[in-house]
Nanobody, 126 residues
Framework: QLQFVETGGGLVQPGGSLRLSCTASNGGLDSYTVGWFHRTSGKEPEGVSCMSGTDGTTYYTDSVKGRFTISRDNVKNTVYLEMASLKPEDTGVYYC???????????????????WGQGTQVTVSS
């Protein structure tokens, strides 16, 4: 299973932007379905955006659609999440996950049971 190092979080005011990155430390991303997951206090991480490893198809939950953009660079083994128009409810820890066992991007964002890295904290507050 790929292991990721997530970076790019921070404190930002409502309406602000951040760019998160996660880099696989133990292998290549080729053909993996990838996703960004958001954990708020006391809850399991939930998928917010996922991307196919074959055709570039993306999926976004309704809460982030139009504000977040997922992308990937397989040469750098890195997945990005551009976050714009941030809201206080976007606050939490963000994690990456990847698998070859799920190809459908919506199913990826609904999946669970991943092994999480340290994540990166995003705090949206004035």
């Amino acid at each position: 299973q790929l292991q990721f190092v997530e970076t790019g979080g921070g404190l930002v005011q409502p309406g602000g932007s951040l760019r998160l990155s996660c880099t696989a430390s133990n292998g290549g991303l080729d053909s993996y379905t990838v996703g960004w997951f958001h954990r708020t206090s006391g809850k399991e991480p939930e998928g917010v955006s996922c991307m196919s490893g074959t055709d570039g198809t993306t999926y976004y939950t309704d809460s982030v659609k139009g504000r977040f953009t997922i992308s990937r660079d397989n040469v750098k083994n890195t997945v990005y999440l551009e976050m714009a128009s941030l809201k206080p409810e976007d606050t939490g820890v963000y994690y990456c996950a990847a698998t070859r066992l799920v190809s459908d991007v919506q199913s990826m964002c609904l999946a669970f049971g991943f092994s999480w890295g340290q994540g990166t904290q995003v705090t949206v507050s004035s």
